[in-house]
Nanobody, 121 residues
Framework: QVQLVESGGGLVQPGGSLSLSCRASGTIFRINDMGWYRQVPGKGRDLVATISSGGSINYADPVKGRFTISRDDARNTVYLQMNSLKPEDSAVYYC???????????????WGQGTQVAVSS
């Protein structure tokens, strides 16, 4: 059993910053890719950023230069530092991880419960 627990959402003014974190717990042999996605009501879940186990990083164009993804493998945690926030960044943010629980298994996809980010004056 694996769980992803997110924290750090909230309300912030335009131009402000927020930091999200997501910790994986449970039966974990290895974590491959980790990432963040976001979703607004009535739309699909969009990629924000991903980071591989080797440290390769990918950002969606709307967040490049403003958001920074990182991971701490000792803590099974992925972070998202969000700077220069805009109202259009408002969404529910979900963390995602590809986790291998036992060495003989393939990786499975897990999602966090989501955390609300609201950018408004």
């Amino acid at each position: 059993q694996v769980q992803l627990v997110e924290s750090g959402g909230g309300l912030v003014q335009p131009g402000g910053s927020l930091s999200l974190s997501c910790r994986a717990s449970g039966t974990i042999f290895r974590i491959n890719d980790m990432g963040w996605y976001r979703q607004v009501p009535g739309k699909g879940r969009d990629l924000v950023a991903t980071i591989s186990s080797g440290g390769s990083i990918n950002y969606a164009d709307p967040v490049k230069g403003r958001f920074t993804i990182s991971r701490d493998d000792a803590r099974n945690t992925v972070y998202l530092q969000m700077n220069s926030l805009k109202p259009e960044d408002s969404a529910v943010y979900y963390c995602n991880a590809q986790i291998v629980s036992f060495f003989w298994q393939n990786a499975r996809t897990y999602w966090g419960q989501g955390t609300q980010v609201a950018v408004s004056s």
